[in-house]
């Protein structure tokens, strides 16, 4: 079983969750805790290939099923190798998005059928259920606009995806994510919780902190 505290960041590309993620881990090895940083796809030798596949833009015209389920074999190692091990360890695993990705982007988003994502999820995660996720909630415009003004950004696959189904008519692929993410918050809402990430860093990290040190405080109070 596991024992220590899982926290996962999720939102739309620009949102600012490598920022914040990186910024509580620092946090809490500062103040003495035990975390670690993982991030999605990667985070182990095999994620890293698979994440090079997923990222290569000559795999443009991906299958989306087979893009799915790169992510969740990606998922299954970073599991196995690294969350699970340093949860059991009592350890904070900071992961830099996780399971939700899936179900907005390959579910909301690519209109893959949600049972059948949830169904590979189990299997894939096992015990390892996030106890936080942060949902930083930008509109795509934005996360868009941070993504490339900042130039060493070369992992385009799906900011490429939104320029291309902005000339098509109905709703934008990102539109489509950012709502799913709404939706995991509506029926999730224990778990999943929604942080205005249109504030200055600062600001988004004091949200999120008060609601970690929330979360540590029951803990220790419990224990
Ligand atoms: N609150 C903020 N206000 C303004 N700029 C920000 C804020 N948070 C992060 N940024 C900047 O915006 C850019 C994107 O942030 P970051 O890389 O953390 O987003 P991300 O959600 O990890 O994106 P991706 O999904 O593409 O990995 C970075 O250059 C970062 O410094
Ligand atoms: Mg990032």
Redesign the pocket.
């Known amino acids: 079983m596991k024992k220590g505290l899982f926290i996962t960041?999720e939102?739309?590309?620009?949102?600012?969750?490598?920022?914040?993620?990186k910024m509580l881990h620092r946090y809490l090895i500062k103040q003495g805790f035990p975390a670690i940083f993982t991030k999605e796809p990667g985070g182990t030798k095999i994620g890293k290939k698979i994440r090079k596949i997923l990222l290569d833009q000559k795999n443009e015209g991906m299958d989306y099923t087979t893009e799915m389920l790169l992510f969740l074999a990606s998922r299954a190692e970073n599991v196995r190798e690294v969350i699970l091990p340093a949860l059991k360890d009592g350890k904070i695993v900071i992961s830099?998005?996780f399971y939700d990705s899936t179900m907005a982007y390959q579910g909301y988003g690519r209109g893959i059928d949600l049972k059948i994502i949830q169904y590979f999820t189990q299997l894939v995660v096992g015990d390892a259920i996030p106890d936080i996720t942060f949902f930083?909630d930008i509109q795509p415009e934005e996360?868009l606009k941070?993504?490339t003004?900042?130039s060493n950004?070369h992992?385009i696959r799906f900011e490429e995806e939104f320029i291309k189904k902005k000339k098509i008519k109905g709703r934008l692929f990102l539109d489509r994510v950012r709502e799913g993410y709404k939706r995991l918050v509506e029926k999730e809402g224990k778990r999943v919780i929604r942080i205005n990430?249109?504030?200055?860093?600062e600001?988004?990290f004091e949200d999120i902190l008060s609601i970690v040190k929330d979360k540590l405080d029951r803990n220790k109070n419990k224990s």
Do not use: I, P, W
């Not at 939102?11 to 993620?21: F, N, S, V, Y």
């Not at 990430?197 to 860093?201: K, L, P, V």
């Open positions: 960041f939102g739309l590309e620009g949102c600012g969750k490598t920022t914040q993620a830099d998005r930083l996360g941070r993504s003004m900042f950004y992992e990430a249109n504030q200055s860093r600001k988004v």
